[in-house]
């Protein structure tokens, strides 16, 4: 910002932390919290009700960004699908959206659609999986394993103790974790919590941000026209791979990708990364999401324009060795990939 303002003075720029509390994290517990102003403008509550993608999910038992799933459940529900929104985002004429190219373990990809979350102001307003296997309508677990069934009966005890964020009590948190670590393995090592390619939560939740950000309004309100122009500029001169998104192994991969829509993006961006577009739920559903049409147009309209020559055709017209070949998180791995 202040390399911007010194070659140009009349260039003036503002930032802010729109979050309305921070978390502090030891070895993956959350230890404390701390209330920050949050979004100057303050916040909307917005409900997609049957216009979400949530509508009619038949296990609705969410876990979000936090610990506690009590509050959650106030959010998505039978009748309810809230977003809680800052409205600075919603005051905006214009949004640039300035994601990395990288791998997610809960998602696929992170790049633009993914990148919407940080609209959200309450982050537990943002189911992330949903209890239980594939067997019961859940996504938490691949396979439903009485070990599995054991875990997640502990954790819900140790969860209603560290919602409250108190160190004394989430500190010794952390050399309880290590210990259950070693029982039911890390997460390095096991598909759990929504990790893998079966995940039929975080999708929706994405989804669903993206069409608040095309069609709300400043007060919240969900309109049939556009409210906001939209630009993407993923930022790809150095990429991230595997343990995506907080861990992941850098790819030196020296590409910018630019464009309008943010669906038409991520697909050309996914599949020069070596996916198939398909396979990532949030982009193979975006094009027939509910009540509001997030992109005007259909896979096979796209077309890249590109200083590459051997990417400058249909996007189904891509095979694997004509990508760069990133490596996706472990959970993804065997199911992600373009076919040759």
């Known amino acids: 910002m202040e390399f911007h303002q ?94 990395k190219l990288k791998t997610h373990k809960l998602a696929g990809v992170t790049l633009n659609m993914k990148n919407l979350v ?39 005890i140790a969860l209603k103790l560290l919602k409250r964020k108190n160190p004394l009590i989430n500190y010794p948190f952390i050399l309880i974790k290590n210990i259950m670590s070693k029982i039911f393995g890390n997460n390095n090592q096991i598909i759990r919590n929504g990790a893998w390619y079966g995940n039929d939560t975080i999708w929706r939740t994405v989804v669903d941000l993206n069409k608040i950000l095309l069609y709300s309004d400043e007060e919240g309100n969900m309109k049939d026209k556009r409210q906001r122009k939209y630009f993407g500029l993923i930022d790809g001169i150095r990429g991230g791979e595997n343990f995506g998104p907080m861990k992941p192994d850098p790819v030196n991969s020296g590409v910018l990708l630019a464009g309008f829509n943010p669906v038409i993006i991520d697909v050309v961006a996914a599949t020069i ?6 396979k990532i739920p949030h982009l193979n559903n975006a094009f027939n999401s ?43 791995k065997g199911h992600i990939e373009l076919d040759n």
Do not use: C
């Not at 943002?126 to 502990?154: A, C, M, Q, R, Y």
């Not at 990364?273 to 398909?278: A, L, P, R, S, V």
């Open 273 to 278: 990364m070596g996916f198939d577009y398909k």
């Open 290 to 332: 509910k009540g509001y049409n997030i992109t005007d147009y259909q896979p096979e309209e796209i077309k890249i324009k590109s200083n590459i020559d051997n990417w400058e055709k249909n996007i189904n017209d891509f095979k694997l060795t004509d990508t760069l070949q990133f490596e996706p998180y472990f959970g993804w």
């Open 118 to 156: 940080g609209t959200a102001v309450i982050k537990n307003s943002l189911p992330h999986h949903t209890l239980g296997s594939p067997k019961n309508k859940g996504d938490k677990f691949p396979v439903e394993k009485k070990k599995n069934i054991i875990e997640t009966k502990l954790k819900n």
């Open 6 to 99: 010194n070659r140009n003075p009349n260039i003036k720029f503002d930032y802010y932390d729109l979050r309305v509390e921070r978390w502090y994290y030891k070895k993956g517990i959350i230890v404390k919290k701390e209330k920050l102003e949050g979004d100057k403008e303050g916040y909307v509550s917005i409900n997609l009700k049957e216009n979400s993608e949530f509508h009619k999910k038949e296990n609705m038992n969410y876990y979000g960004a936090d610990y506690d799933m009590d509050e959650i459940r106030k959010y998505h529900n039978d009748i309810d699908n809230t977003y809680v929104i800052s409205k600075s985002i919603l005051k905006s004429d214009v949004l640039i959206n300035l994601p």
